[in-house]
């Protein structure tokens, strides 16, 4: 219904009336009897314009809000895909250097092969800044994912407390080698930051593809 309809629809039923009633009695026909009644129509059609301007407001309103919610999901929407490829990147990134790390921490198979050597200078895992923006925003991930980045945060530790222990010295794997209690910490790590790596960046990749572009 319009703004004015109800008003225009008052006012025809209260002319409807007066020339009824004066088609009916026009000689005894007086416009002062007619007067509460048209006040009466009068406040009608004025209550119905003033709950048009309310209901017109009210829908302005909620449009505005809708608009609003849809504009901050978009935003979320898309900050939450920039997380996901740059932790994805990320974990690609580090997954490379533990599994370096890991090949050159193995014990040669033969008795003749030349001593692998490790050199924590030369071979190493960096935490990608990514990594620490993920830790900052675990909302934005699944549970599986979000455990993930935990365990991969306590490995990092591990690693870095392993590589203080060595001193950042390297060190010779013969065949036959026995690692010190720090090379086993190490190798345990760097495998665990290998593992979750690929599997937080296979995950998000997955996941990824489920998340609407904005």
């Known amino acids: 219904m319009r703004k004015y309809d109800l008003l225009a629809i008052s006012l025809l039923v209260f002319s409807a009336i007066v020339v009824t009633a004066m088609s ?4 005894h ?10 006040a009466a129509f009068v406040a009608l ?3 119905g314009v003033a709950y048009q301007g309310v209901t017109l407001t009210y829908k302005a309103a909620i449009r505005k809000v809708d608009l609003d919610r849809s504009i901050h999901e978009q935003e979320l929407r898309r900050r939450q895909r920039g997380i996901y490829l740059r932790t994805a990147l990320a974990a690609h990134i580090m997954h490379h250097e533990a599994d370096h790390c890991c090949q050159s921490l193995l014990v040669p198979q033969k008795q003749e092969t030349a001593p692998a050597v490790f050199d924590p200078k030369m071979t190493s895992v960096t935490t990608d800044p990514a990594i620490d923006e993920a830790w900052q925003n675990l909302d934005a991930f699944s549970r599986l994912t979000a455990d993930d980045l935990s365990r991969l945060k306590v490995q990092l530790y591990n690693y870095q407390i392993a590589s203080k222990r060595l001193e950042g010295q390297k060190f010779e794997i ?41």
């Open 174 to 214: 013969p065949h036959g080698h026995k690692f010190t209690e720090a090379q086993q910490e190490l190798c345990n790590a760097v495998a665990e930051i290998r593992r979750l790596c690929l599997r937080i960046r296979d995950t998000l990749r997955k996941e990824e593809i489920v998340v609407p572009h904005a």
């Open 45 to 47: 059609g004025a209550a």
């Open 24 to 27: 009916v009695d026009p000689n």
């Open 29 to 38: 026909f007086s416009i002062k009897d007619w007067q509460p009644l048209m």
